[in-house]
């Protein structure tokens, strides 16, 4: 019998914001409503009656990049970098950062209105939800900031990474203690979802851990390891971004295919090419292109 995937992933869309230009910052809609509903609106919070937060891990150099500027040092919420000391010091520009999203009784603050309805598709960061405050979200994902890899060098893991989000926690579903590692917090508390925008495929994840599955999974000890499926599924995250761009720009006349069948094609090509060691862009382009010219008999006519 195959394993039960302890974690769901899966995509889904939202209707994007769009501002009239009549109608001013303030007043305008700031959020899809799907958004909304997964990320502020009430829940029954845990056994003692804790109500759920809302929780942004960002990444400062694409928000940065997004905005022009490095604004986590003034914004109207609660901030706290993942990196401390020498870290924190070196890298402030670059390093990821924890922000309270929790809606404040007073309303979505600038912040949200901006974030939402202008940089979410942008792929900044993270978001999630949990019934633990602050301080204990902060200790929890600080610990994976800096990790082994599967050969037991180390190495800073971007776990916020929107555009790996996909297949690496396809991955973890399939890896109970790694989901346990990741979900389940010390104080018994749980990160109930993990939303995010891979703005490389255009396209909104969403993932939930199975608490029952989850239940009497003891956490790993010391230092955290990459498995080397958690590797692979990294990789495989950035080749799918790679893929998706040379499909775009591409002609979508070449073969009679559906979009899933055309992105599926495409991508395992790419991941052949590489696997070959074929790094040239033109070579892995021109061999892309000849087997969408001969998938299910040749090219597409076109009008």
């Not at 018994?188 to 995010?196: N, S, T």
Request: a neutral charge; charged letters at 25%.
């Amino acid at each position: 019998m195959d394993p039960k995937p302890c974690l769901t992933v899966q995509s889904f869309e939202v209707a994007p914001v769009r501002r009239g230009p009549d109608r001013p910052f303030w007043d305008a809609t700031w959020i899809a409503p799907k958004l909304h509903e997964l990320l502020f609106a009430p829940k029954a919070g845990s056994q003692d009656g804790s109500p759920s937060r809302t929780y942004l891990i960002v990444d400062a150099t694409l928000r940065t990049r997004a905005t022009g500027l490095f604004d986590l040092d003034v914004l109207p919420l609660p901030v706290r970098c993942l990196f401390q000391g020498e870290a924190q010091q070196n890298f402030a520009a670059s390093a990821p950062y924890l922000v309270d999203l929790t809606l404040p009784e007073t309303g979505p603050t600038s912040f949200h209105k901006r974030f939402f309805a202008e940089d979410w598709e942008k792929g900044t960061g993270i978001v999630l939800r949990s019934t633990a405050p602050m301080d204990a979200i902060w200790s929890h994902f600080r610990k994976f900031t800096l990790i082994e890899g599967a050969a037991g060098r180390s190495m800073f893991f971007r776990f916020w990474e929107t555009n790996t989000l996909y297949d690496y926690f396809s991955a973890v579903a399939m890896l109970p203690e790694r989901a346990r590692d990741l979900f389940c917090l010390r104080s018994g508390e749980l990160v109930d979802l993990i939303l995010g925008h891979s703005d490389m495929m255009s396209r909104n994840y969403l993932v939930r851990p199975d608490p029952e599955a989850l239940s009497g999974i003891e956490p790993s000890r010391g230092r955290l390891r990459l498995h080397p499926d958690e590797e692979r599924a990294l990789y495989r995250g950035v080749l799918r971004g790679h893929a998706k761009q040379i499909e775009r720009r591409l002609p979508a006349h070449h073969a009679d295919l559906g979009p899933a069948e055309r992105e599926a094609l495409v991508f395992d090509c790419v991941c052949r090419m590489r696997d070959r060691g074929i790094l040239q862009l033109d070579q892995i382009e021109t061999q892309v292109e000849w087997e969408l010219r001969t998938a299910k008999g040749g090219p597409r006519a076109t009008s």
